[in-house]
């Protein structure tokens, strides 16, 4: 694949799903109150999709009047009877000149390159640091379903992390902030994040957000889009259940609310995040 065709398909590409990604961004808060937050996440399927999908040309094919004028110009050297040494005698006595070339789309393609595997590489630092830092004092409490629900003071929330070894980090004082009702609702939030793989589509989404690492409607998108999941996780927590839990629900989000969030592998805490998200279960108080 030539370096012209990669970079045609990467733009092609990088300038459908942009729209894409705007057009949701329109849409995703009406979809979310007619459909509910589960098809609002959903959504982001399609911008994803359409970046794994080829270009919209095909592959370049040379030019049929390329070969056929290589062709006529050997017929005319051969015509005018231009031997070997007459070409080498004439290419001899041409001065030669050497122009240094840049081939700026190569020159661009290694700085997209480059910044999405720096930005990636920079990130999984970050996550693994707070993974060590969480698991090094923490202390476990229990097992549920091959996921480990841990105590940590560095978590004012519950957190679910880890994609292989999955974990739930709770706070020192879960047991007696976080009522029983709370508590149970809590944790079925984080085991839900588990269950139906969000953080693998965290890790797929932040893929495609460090090959989008210069546009800032990809950075938007990000940010919606987690909420997106966070909002379809509470929605799937809350499924049958009256409204009795739905309070004891808010209840334990509101208690979540803090700033500082980890980056990543975790839920959307912060209190503007926190209003939001009672708002889309339409609690207003």
């Known amino acids: 694949m030539s370096a012209n065709f990669m970079s045609a398909w990467l733009f092609d590409s990088l300038v459908?799903?942009?729209?894409?990604?705007?057009?949701?961004?329109?849409?995703?808060?009406?979809?979310?109150?007619?459909?509910?937050?589960?098809?609002?996440?959903?959504?982001?399927?399609?911008?994803?999709a359409r970046l794994l999908m080829p270009g919209l040309e095909g592959a370049p094919v040379a030019p049929a009047d390329n070969v056929q004028g290589v062709q006529d110009n050997v017929r005319d050297m051969i015509l005018s009877g231009m031997?070997?040494?007459?070409?080498?005698a004439t290419n001899a006595s041409a001065p030669a000149t050497v122009f240094p070339t840049i081939d700026y789309t190569a020159l661009?393609?290694?700085?997209?390159?480059?910044?999405?595997?720096?930005l990636f590489i920079i990130q999984m630092i970050r996550y693994a640091a707070m993974r060590d830092d969480l698991l090094s004092e923490a202390s476990d409490i229990a097992e549920i379903d091959g996921v480990r629900i841990i105590a940590s003071d560095q978590v004012a929330g519950p957190l679910a992390f880890g994609l292989f070894r999955q974990f739930i980090a709770v706070p020192l004082n879960f047991t007696t902030t976080f009522s029983p009702a709370e508590r149970e609702l809590a944790i079925a939030h984080e085991m839900a994040h588990h269950k139906s793989g969000d953080l693998?589509?965290?890790?797929?989404?932040?893929?495609?957000?460090?090959?989008?690492w210069f546009n800032p409607v990809a950075w938007i998108s990000w940010s919606a889009f987690r909420f997106d999941q966070e909002a379809a996780c509470d929605a799937?927590?809350?499924?049958?259940?009256?409204?009795?839990?739905?309070?004891?629900?808010g209840q334990a989000l509101a208690r979540t609310a803090f700033d500082g969030v980890p980056t990543f592998?975790?839920?959307?805490?912060?209190?503007?995040?926190?209003?939001?998200?009672?708002?889309?279960?339409?609690?207003?108080?």
Request: with cysteine; proline share 3%; net charge positive.
């Open 16 to 48: 459908t799903t942009t729209l894409l990604m705007a057009a949701i961004l329109l849409i995703r808060q009406p979809v979310a109150r007619i459909f509910g937050a589960g098809v609002a996440y959903a959504l982001w399927i399609i911008p994803a």
């Open 83 to 88: 031997t070997h040494s007459d070409a080498l």
């Open 108 to 118: 661009a393609l290694t700085m997209w390159l480059g910044g999405a595997v720096l």
């Open 200 to 212: 693998f589509a965290n890790l797929a989404a932040f893929i495609i957000l460090c090959l989008q």
């Open 236 to 249: 799937r927590v809350l499924a049958g259940k009256g409204a009795e839990d739905r309070v004891i629900y």
């Open 265 to 285: 592998a975790t839920a959307l805490n912060s209190p503007k995040t926190i209003i939001e998200r009672l708002r889309r279960l339409s609690m207003k108080d």
